[in-house]
């Protein structure tokens, strides 16, 4: 039986060890604390150690201290080889909080790092520099000298082929163009490792992609924000006497843009096993690795712009096919100049997110002179299959008896083609204004007799008339009262007494008690909450392997650790890796060779690698 692999979560393409760079980068890193938190504005480089390989990217990190929060500073980069790209990927600021009590006062102190994370390519090997960095914010400057790189070429892997297809069809501004992306391997599984796989096609355009797979197969591909993992299927294909596993994912591409794109080639990397070994415990593990690479073939893009002949003035920006529109009223009996709020459901295949509303008034829709419309353009609202926009307007002639048929247009690519759809039309019934005369106006003040003293009497403390608050303090008794005996018998027969008063009292207490720690709770680092609540749901991941077979049971902890080690900083990364590799010798083991008692030990493992974090 043959196991199709579920490759690991990536991090956003600069690998897991960057957290343990080489003795000079980490002497670099480790001083940041004592170097930066200081009063005048200060700056360091942290590079990924070495070595460097063409096409893969390597993370530059230029970390800040000592200028203001507010206004974010600037970091320039002066120069850089040619033939290098260098990429801004995020800031990500670091806060650290200090309280001092000197003489009874506490004071509080905010240091705040900047981390500018830029991403390094280079097509061919050679030395590469740098810099140097400039950081700047009105007025203050620091400056850190250029850092120097060397990047060197990976072999070709004759065992791996990668490609990358575009749908064959004509292709317009925010249409939804499939691409296909297909990575074949023809070696053993087992030695594969680090799986990376880039274009500048994902880059450069807009992407709508599935949800993450969560469980089967999943092909990892490296983007500028980061690693995604796509579902994917994988076959068996034999090509020229070999038989390659084919995994083949799929994206969703969506041009903003006319023009001709010439997209370079597609490239996967791997770490390569090449011999393995058995550690202290008779478990595999790698021995030696090995950096190897496929490339793909060239594509074109050819993005054509929407044809101006014949565009309806019902035309809105959407583009697909069967589109509809559904169009319903709040009410339909309603007077001159009342307000009727207009439902519009616009469903089809295409960019609904970017699809707009017609003019209500385009091929013979609201006429002006009967309908007041709404002059600003009208946002809607996004659900899974539809789009929907809420209108009002105004009948302004009582002659009308229906609000006619809304028009709405939009751009088949496949027709190459303006397509247009109509509501149903709706029925009214609209009545005449009503007039308000002055007999209609009712006054806020009672009706007064002509003569005063013909008046019925005013009885204490009931003085109530239209537009008063109800209660009247005429001859009321506004003495203090003195009597402590009265005061409190008159308290103990209150509404429920003392003993239900104490019981609000408390309550009171509670709920300022939840408060402080809610504010508490609410105060914990978010980083901190994100790596308890990964390892939470990573240890109930494998503690329901057990339940599952032995090879899933190792297959689901190895992807569970995985996760861990993508998302936790201080996770043991040699500890993580020998249980991973323990995991993947009993994955692809032979059924008959798989043992039971094996996978519980590497649950075991994996558990107490868990709580060892929390």
């Known amino acids: 039986m043959h196991h199709y692999p579920t490759f690991p979560r990536l991090r956003p393409r600069c690998p897991p060890s960057l957290l343990a760079l080489r003795s000079s980068v980490l002497v670099c890193v480790l001083l940041l604390p004592s170097q930066l938190f200081s009063a005048e504005p200060q700056i360091q480089v942290a590079t990924q150690s070495a070595p460097h390989y063409i096409g893969e990217p390597v993370q530059i990190r230029v970390s800040v201290a000592g200028f203001a929060e507010e206004p974010q500073p600037k970091c320039t980069i002066k120069s850089q080889s040619p033939g290098l790209e260098v990429q801004l990927v995020g800031v990500t600021p670091s806060v650290r909080e200090f309280f001092s009590n000197i003489n009874g006062r506490t004071t509080r102190s905010r240091n705040v790092t900047l981390h500018f994370n830029y991403y390094v390519t280079a097509t061919q090997e050679g030395e590469y520099s740098v810099g140097p960095?400039?950081?700047?914010?009105?007025?203050?400057?620091?400056?850190?000298?250029?850092?120097?790189?060397?990047?060197?070429?990976?072999?070709?892997?004759?065992?791996?082929?990668?490609?990358?297809?575009?749908?064959?069809?004509?292709?317009?501004?925010?249409?939804?163009?499939?691409?296909?992306?297909?990575?074949?391997?023809?070696?053993?599984?087992?030695?594969?490792?680090?799986?990376?796989?880039?274009?500048?096609?994902?880059d450069q355009f807009t992407f709508e992609d599935p949800p993450a797979a969560r469980t089967g197969n999943a092909l990892p591909i490296q983007t500028a924000k980061g690693a995604l993992e796509l579902p994917a299927t994988a076959r068996e294909e034999t090509v020229d006497g070999k038989t390659f596993t084919v995994v083949t994912a799929r994206r969703k591409l969506v041009p903003e843009r006319p023009g001709q794109f010439e997209i370079?080639?597609?490239?996967?990397?791997?770490?390569?096993?090449?011999?393995?070994?058995?550690?202290?415990?008779?478990?595999?593990?790698?021995?030696?690795?090995?950096?190897?690479?496929?490339?793909?073939?060239?594509?074109?893009?050819?993005?054509?712009?929407?044809?101006?002949?014949?565009?309806p003035d019902s035309f809105a920006g959407a583009i697909g096919d069967a589109f509809s529109l559904d169009v319903t009223a709040d009410r339909t009996v309603i007077r001159v100049g009342d307000p009727v709020t207009l439902n519009i459901m616009l469903r089809g295949s295409g960019n609904l997110k970017n699809a707009g509303l017609a003019p209500l008034t385009a091929g013979g829709g609201l006429s002006p002179e009967q309908f007041r419309v709404p002059e600003a353009d009208v946002a809607g609202s996004i659900s899974p299959d539809a789009k929907q926009f809420q209108v009002q307007v105004r009948v302004l002639d009582e002659s009308v008896r229906a609000i006619p048929a809304l028009e709405y247009s939009w751009f088949d690519p496949n027709r190459e083609s303006y397509q247009t759809t109509s509501s149903d039309p709706i029925a009214l019934r609209v009545d005449p204004a009503q007039i308000v005369s002055a007999g209609d106006v009712v006054s806020s003040q009672p009706n007064l007799p002509a003569n005063p003293e013909s008046a019925p009497p005013r009885t204490m403390g009931t003085d109530v008339s239209p537009g008063s608050s109800g209660l009247s303090m005429i001859g009321a008794d506004l003495a203090i009262e003195q009597d402590l005996q009265l005061l409190m018998r008159s308290a103990a027969s209150g509404f429920g007494g003392w003993p239900v008063r104490m019981l609000f009292y408390v309550a009171g207490l509670a709920l300022i008690a939840v408060a402080v720690w809610d504010r508490r709770r609410q105060n914990v680092d978010p980083e901190i909450v994100r790596c308890r609540q990964l390892l939470r749901e990573q240890g109930r991941r494998i503690k329901a392997a057990a339940t599952l077979g032995t090879t899933a049971a190792a297959a689901q902890i190895a992807t569970s650790l995985r996760a861990v080690a993508a998302g936790h900083p201080d996770v043991d990364r040699q500890q993580l890796e020998r249980i991973v590799a323990d995991c993947e010798s009993v994955t692809y083991a032979p059924q008959s060779t798989a043992d039971v008692t094996i996978a519980a030990s590497l649950s075991q493992q994996a558990i107490q690698l868990i709580q060892n974090l929390e």
């Open 133 to 202: 960095f400039v950081v700047e914010q009105q007025g203050q400057r620091v400056e850190y000298r250029a850092v120097n790189f060397s990047f060197e070429t990976i072999d070709d892997d004759p065992d791996m082929r990668i490609r990358l297809e575009l749908d064959d069809k004509p292709v317009y501004p925010g249409q939804r163009v499939g691409v296909k992306i297909e990575w074949s391997y023809a070696g053993d599984l087992r030695s594969v490792r680090k799986l990376a796989i880039r274009s500048p096609l994902f």
């Open 264 to 311: 370079p080639p597609i490239t996967a990397s791997i770490r390569k096993i090449t011999r393995w070994r058995r550690d202290a415990f008779g478990f595999a593990e790698p021995a030696d690795v090995v950096p190897v690479r496929a490339t793909g073939n060239p594509v074109v893009l050819q993005v054509k712009s929407l044809p101006v002949d014949g565009r």
